[in-house]
């Protein structure tokens, strides 16, 4: 169940606050998602034959495009056998659908008919075409610098695009400007409803394997894939399907890793960093909002958090396509990450790519 994660607040649902209106909090699932095997429907489509995992209010509608259910397409690298879940072949192109999908069920189910976003590219994207299925009116701010299909892609799905000059946290500030003015904030990083539907990768990788993976890295910027991977597991591991949390490796852009830098530092608190220019501008993300929850999360694995320069980032991408994998430059990271990877780590070892190379010609 859904709750403020400081002052155990229910969600109150009519409002759709994106924090706890109470006590200023986070929303979360402070006692973990509530997956059931039994429950499992193998007669819906993608993501929703889990959907008794998600918490929806009752007889809410589901609003799908298709999402979830992507392939696993493996390869020898480095010497290790290694998977790659193909998220970039979700209906947007992009990890964000699983999420939003559950979100926007959420919205329409609160009787939500228009709301705001904030994003460097696939959120928005995501969110837009999300929203347009549903009948619902939105607007994304988005950084100027944004890549120009991620623009073209949102405007196309008919959402209103607010370019916002400077880095990445100024799109943030000026969604705030607009909830302030009374709208509804379908945040991707604030919101934790579409954690449920992004904790579908791990089930999907369980069912597949017929067993958990020992090593699974992802790019990360807020983190919400890494969380909800990691709840994913949590599940899992609760509902005795699987034994062994797998370790989790975030891989941080060089130019902006908070995550990073508090890991190696020894800290607990994420502190705000310089928000420096990435090809990665996906995990553009100076100030993370769940970071220590993320950074919690990581270490109860036994990960760890790498960072990768901007001069790998390009041939990361290369080298995927390579493999037939056309991955966005984020995505790219992954890459990087795995010639960095940890001798003892676990096999078999999966990569998330989170976005198509399309996104970011």
Not at 33 to 41: G, R, S, W, Y
Not at 70 to 93: I, Q
Not at 249 to 258: E, K, S, Y
Request: charged content about 15%; overall charge negative; hydrophobic content about 40%.
């Amino acid at each position: 169940m859904i709750s403020c994660q400081n002052c155990g607040l229910s969600f109150p649902i009519p409002e759709f606050p994106f924090r706890c209106p109470t006590c200023g909090g986070l929303f979360g699932f402070p006692e973990g998602l509530a997956f059931d095997l039994v429950e499992e429907d193998p007669g819906k489509p993608g993501i929703w034959r889990y959907q008794a995992s998600f918490s929806l209010p009752l007889r809410a509608p589901i609003v799908t495009l298709g999402e979830g259910a992507t392939p696993l397409v493996w390869a020898a690298v480095h010497g290790k056998k290694v998977g790659f879940k193909l998220e970039s072949l979700n209906p947007t192109g992009s990890f964000k659908d699983r999420s939003t999908a559950v979100l926007v069920s959420w919205l329409v189910a609160a009787g939500v008919n228009n709301a705001v976003e904030d994003s460097s590219g696939n959120a928005g994207a995501s969110f837009a075409a999300y929203a347009s299925k549903a009948g619902i009116d939105s607007k994304v701010f988005i950084p100027d610098y944004a890549s120009g299909p991620k623009r073209t892609q949102i405007e196309s799905y008919g959402s209103q695009v607010v370019p916002v000059p400077g880095p990445r946290s100024r799109a943030a500030d000026a969604v705030l400007q607009a909830v302030d003015r009374g709208s509804v904030y379908a945040s991707h990083a604030y919101l934790p409803h579409g954690t449920a539907g992004i904790a579908t990768i791990a089930y999907e990788l369980v069912e597949e394997l017929g067993k958990a993976p020992g090593t699974v890295l992802v790019p990360v910027g807020h983190g919400s894939l890494l969380l909800g991977i990691w709840m994913g597991f949590q599940a899992l591991i609760k509902n005795a399907i699987i034994s062994v949390q797998p370790k989790l490796i975030g891989v941080q852009a060089a130019a902006c890793d908070p995550l990073y830098q508090a890991y190696q530092a020894g800290s607990d608190r994420v502190r705000s960093v310089p928000e420096g220019r990435t090809l990665a501008e996906g995990v553009a993300i100076a100030h993370p909002y769940h970071g220590e929850t993320v950074l919690k999360a990581v270490r109860d694995s036994q990960g760890t958090f790498l960072h990768v320069d901007e001069e790998q980032i390009q041939p990361g991408r290369s080298a995927l396509a390579q493999l037939g994998i056309y991955a966005e430059l984020t995505s790219a990271l992954v890459w990087a990450g795995l010639q960095q990877l940890p001798e003892d780590s676990p096999e078999p070892v999966i990569c998330v790519i989170t976005g198509h190379g399309l996104k970011s010609l």
